[in-house]
Protein backbone atom coordinates (compact mmCIF):
# COMPACT_ATOMS: atom_id res chain seq x y z
CA UNK A 1 0.00 0.00 0.00
CA UNK A 2 1.77 2.81 -1.36
CA UNK A 3 -0.54 5.64 0.47
CA UNK A 4 -2.22 6.90 -2.05
CA UNK A 5 -5.56 6.78 -2.66
CA UNK A 6 -7.72 6.64 -5.86
CA UNK A 7 -11.53 6.37 -6.68
CA UNK A 8 -13.56 5.49 -8.22
CA UNK A 9 -11.52 2.21 -9.01
CA UNK A 10 -13.67 1.85 -12.10
CA UNK A 11 -15.66 3.92 -14.11
CA UNK A 12 -17.95 3.16 -17.39
CA UNK A 13 -19.04 6.00 -19.45
CA UNK A 14 -20.48 7.28 -22.37
CA UNK A 15 -18.79 9.41 -25.12
CA UNK A 16 -19.53 12.71 -24.63
CA UNK A 17 -20.03 12.92 -20.71
CA UNK A 18 -17.61 14.16 -18.15
CA UNK A 19 -16.10 12.35 -15.33
CA UNK A 20 -13.98 13.66 -12.37
CA UNK A 21 -11.49 11.20 -11.07
CA UNK A 22 -10.55 11.85 -7.12
CA UNK A 23 -6.86 11.62 -5.78
CA UNK A 24 -5.38 11.70 -1.92
CA UNK A 25 -1.75 12.13 -1.72
CA UNK A 26 0.75 10.40 0.80
CA UNK A 27 0.24 12.25 4.15
CA UNK A 28 3.07 15.20 3.84
CA UNK A 29 3.44 15.11 0.38
CA UNK A 30 3.06 18.11 -1.52
CA UNK A 31 2.91 17.44 -5.24
CA UNK A 32 0.16 15.39 -7.04
CA UNK A 33 1.05 13.87 -10.41
CA UNK A 34 -1.47 12.26 -13.05
CA UNK A 35 -0.64 9.75 -15.58
CA UNK A 36 -2.72 7.72 -18.23
CA UNK A 37 -1.92 4.52 -19.41
CA UNK A 38 -3.01 2.35 -22.41
CA UNK A 39 -1.79 0.03 -23.96
CA UNK A 40 -0.71 1.48 -27.05
CA UNK A 41 0.80 4.58 -25.11
CA UNK A 42 2.34 3.67 -22.39
CA UNK A 43 2.47 5.58 -19.71
CA UNK A 44 2.06 9.05 -20.33
CA UNK A 45 2.63 12.32 -18.03
CA UNK A 46 -0.18 14.26 -17.93
CA UNK A 47 -0.27 17.26 -15.42
CA UNK A 48 1.90 17.84 -11.95
CA UNK A 49 0.63 20.35 -9.20
CA UNK A 50 2.63 21.07 -6.28
CA UNK A 51 1.11 22.41 -2.90
CA UNK A 52 -2.07 24.06 -5.04
CA UNK A 53 -0.35 24.91 -7.87
CA UNK A 54 0.55 23.73 -11.66
CA UNK A 55 4.05 23.26 -11.60
CA UNK A 56 4.44 20.91 -14.75
CA UNK A 57 2.40 20.21 -17.71
CA UNK A 58 2.64 17.00 -20.23
CA UNK A 59 0.54 15.54 -22.99
CA UNK A 60 -2.63 16.64 -21.23
CA UNK A 61 -5.92 17.14 -23.86
CA UNK A 62 -7.85 20.44 -23.56
CA UNK A 63 -10.84 18.39 -22.78
CA UNK A 64 -9.05 17.23 -19.68
CA UNK A 65 -8.61 19.74 -16.90
CA UNK A 66 -7.28 19.00 -12.99
CA UNK A 67 -6.95 21.10 -9.62
CA UNK A 68 -5.26 20.38 -6.43
CA UNK A 69 -7.02 21.85 -3.71
CA UNK A 70 -5.89 23.44 0.01
CA UNK A 71 -6.30 19.85 1.28
CA UNK A 72 -3.44 18.72 -1.12
CA UNK A 73 -6.58 16.09 -2.83
CA UNK A 74 -6.38 16.42 -6.10
CA UNK A 75 -9.16 16.01 -8.87
CA UNK A 76 -8.74 15.28 -12.50
CA UNK A 77 -11.82 16.18 -15.16
CA UNK A 78 -12.07 14.22 -18.02
CA UNK A 79 -14.88 15.91 -20.46
CA UNK A 80 -16.41 15.18 -24.28
CA UNK A 81 -15.13 11.44 -23.61
CA UNK A 82 -14.10 9.94 -27.06
CA UNK A 83 -13.41 5.96 -26.58
CA UNK A 84 -9.95 6.51 -26.84
CA UNK A 85 -9.97 8.09 -24.06
CA UNK A 86 -10.49 4.66 -22.26
CA UNK A 87 -7.42 3.90 -20.12
CA UNK A 88 -5.82 3.32 -16.52
CA UNK A 89 -5.27 6.55 -14.73
CA UNK A 90 -3.20 6.53 -11.94
CA UNK A 91 -2.16 10.15 -9.78
CA UNK A 92 1.08 10.25 -7.83
CA UNK A 93 2.59 11.94 -4.85
CA UNK A 94 5.87 12.87 -3.88
CA UNK A 95 7.35 15.11 -0.96
CA UNK A 96 8.46 17.68 -3.03
CA UNK A 97 8.28 19.19 -6.38
CA UNK A 98 11.54 18.54 -7.67
CA UNK A 99 12.95 15.37 -8.48
CA UNK A 100 11.31 12.67 -5.85
CA UNK A 101 10.46 9.56 -5.80
CA UNK A 102 7.02 8.91 -7.04
CA UNK A 103 4.03 6.80 -5.03
CA UNK A 104 1.28 5.59 -7.53
CA UNK A 105 -2.11 4.81 -6.58
CA UNK A 106 -3.81 2.06 -7.73
CA UNK A 107 -5.29 3.97 -10.45
CA UNK A 108 -8.81 4.13 -12.27
CA UNK A 109 -9.95 2.24 -14.81
CA UNK A 110 -12.25 4.68 -17.18
CA UNK A 111 -13.79 2.40 -19.73
CA UNK A 112 -15.71 4.94 -22.54
CA UNK A 113 -18.35 3.00 -24.64
CA UNK B 1 11.44 17.20 -27.55
CA UNK B 2 12.54 14.37 -24.87
CA UNK B 3 12.75 11.15 -26.49
CA UNK B 4 12.99 7.64 -24.70
CA UNK B 5 13.72 4.21 -26.07
CA UNK B 6 13.57 1.64 -23.72
CA UNK B 7 14.61 -2.05 -24.89
CA UNK B 8 13.57 -4.80 -25.25
CA UNK B 9 9.78 -4.20 -25.40
CA UNK B 10 9.38 -7.84 -24.56
CA UNK B 11 11.92 -10.43 -22.70
CA UNK B 12 11.27 -13.92 -22.08
CA UNK B 13 13.68 -15.88 -19.93
CA UNK B 14 13.54 -19.35 -17.85
CA UNK B 15 14.10 -18.98 -14.33
CA UNK B 16 17.64 -18.66 -13.08
CA UNK B 17 18.63 -16.56 -16.29
CA UNK B 18 19.69 -13.42 -16.49
CA UNK B 19 17.85 -10.17 -17.72
CA UNK B 20 18.58 -6.72 -18.70
CA UNK B 21 16.71 -3.73 -20.00
CA UNK B 22 17.77 -0.41 -21.45
CA UNK B 23 16.93 3.04 -21.77
CA UNK B 24 18.30 5.16 -23.78
CA UNK B 25 17.68 9.52 -24.14
CA UNK B 26 17.81 11.88 -26.98
CA UNK B 27 19.46 14.71 -24.22
CA UNK B 28 21.29 14.71 -21.35
CA UNK B 29 18.91 13.84 -17.86
CA UNK B 30 19.52 15.36 -14.40
CA UNK B 31 18.79 11.90 -13.01
CA UNK B 32 16.78 8.71 -14.12
CA UNK B 33 14.43 6.45 -11.59
CA UNK B 34 13.55 3.21 -12.28
CA UNK B 35 9.94 1.59 -11.53
CA UNK B 36 8.14 -1.77 -11.34
CA UNK B 37 5.13 -2.58 -12.23
CA UNK B 38 3.54 -5.76 -11.60
CA UNK B 39 0.68 -7.45 -13.57
CA UNK B 40 -2.04 -6.04 -12.76
CA UNK B 41 -0.45 -3.11 -10.07
CA UNK B 42 0.52 0.19 -9.95
CA UNK B 43 4.58 1.30 -10.65
CA UNK B 44 6.37 0.99 -7.88
CA UNK B 45 9.48 3.12 -7.22
CA UNK B 46 12.92 1.09 -7.22
CA UNK B 47 15.79 3.25 -7.13
CA UNK B 48 16.81 6.70 -8.26
CA UNK B 49 20.55 7.12 -10.05
CA UNK B 50 21.88 10.87 -10.34
CA UNK B 51 25.89 11.14 -10.86
CA UNK B 52 27.28 9.89 -14.22
CA UNK B 53 28.85 6.41 -14.17
CA UNK B 54 26.93 5.40 -10.97
CA UNK B 55 26.07 1.81 -9.97
CA UNK B 56 23.35 1.12 -7.93
CA UNK B 57 22.81 -2.64 -6.14
CA UNK B 58 19.63 -3.96 -4.54
CA UNK B 59 20.54 -7.63 -3.82
CA UNK B 60 19.41 -9.02 -7.66
CA UNK B 61 19.44 -5.78 -9.25
CA UNK B 62 21.99 -3.45 -10.64
CA UNK B 63 21.54 -0.18 -12.02
CA UNK B 64 23.57 2.00 -14.41
CA UNK B 65 24.08 5.29 -14.87
CA UNK B 66 25.84 5.99 -18.25
CA UNK B 67 28.79 8.29 -18.27
CA UNK B 68 27.21 10.74 -20.36
CA UNK B 69 23.64 10.59 -18.24
CA UNK B 70 22.09 9.75 -21.61
CA UNK B 71 21.52 6.47 -20.88
CA UNK B 72 20.93 3.41 -18.08
CA UNK B 73 20.22 0.13 -17.40
CA UNK B 74 18.70 -2.39 -15.08
CA UNK B 75 20.22 -5.85 -14.73
CA UNK B 76 18.70 -8.82 -12.97
CA UNK B 77 20.34 -11.77 -11.81
CA UNK B 78 19.32 -15.04 -11.71
CA UNK B 79 15.57 -14.40 -12.40
CA UNK B 80 13.10 -15.37 -10.34
CA UNK B 81 9.35 -15.31 -10.94
CA UNK B 82 8.88 -12.76 -8.66
CA UNK B 83 10.51 -11.09 -10.96
CA UNK B 84 7.28 -11.10 -12.97
CA UNK B 85 6.54 -7.39 -14.54
CA UNK B 86 6.69 -4.30 -16.47
CA UNK B 87 10.19 -2.14 -15.48
CA UNK B 88 10.20 1.01 -16.50
CA UNK B 89 12.84 3.98 -16.53
CA UNK B 90 11.83 7.61 -16.03
CA UNK B 91 14.09 9.50 -16.60
CA UNK B 92 14.07 13.72 -15.56
CA UNK B 93 15.29 16.64 -17.56
CA UNK B 94 13.97 18.94 -14.92
CA UNK B 95 9.92 19.59 -15.04
CA UNK B 96 8.85 16.80 -17.00
CA UNK B 97 8.35 13.16 -15.99
CA UNK B 98 8.64 10.83 -19.05
CA UNK B 99 8.31 7.18 -18.27
CA UNK B 100 10.12 5.16 -20.98
CA UNK B 101 8.13 1.88 -22.71
CA UNK B 102 8.77 -0.63 -20.89
CA UNK B 103 10.31 -3.97 -20.76
CA UNK B 104 7.65 -6.88 -20.09
CA UNK B 105 9.63 -9.42 -18.08
CA UNK B 106 8.07 -12.77 -18.43
CA UNK B 107 10.04 -15.72 -16.08
CA UNK B 108 9.14 -19.43 -17.44
CA UNK B 109 9.84 -21.57 -14.37
Known amino acids: DSGVTQTPKHLITATGQRVTLRCSPR?????VYWYQQSLDQGLQFLIQ???????AKGNILERFSAQQFPDLHSELNLSSLELGDSALYFC????????????FGPGTRLTVT | GQQVMQIPQYQHVQEGEDFTTYCNSS?????IQWYKQRPGGHPVFLIQLVKSGEVKKQKRLTFQFGEAKKNSSLHITATQTTDVGTYFC?????????FGTGTSLTVIP
Open chain 1, 92 to 103: ASSASGGAHEQY
Open chain 2, 90 to 98: APNTGNQFY
Open chain 2, 27 to 31: TTLSN
Open chain 1, 49 to 55: YYNGEER
Open chain 1, 27 to 31: SGDLS
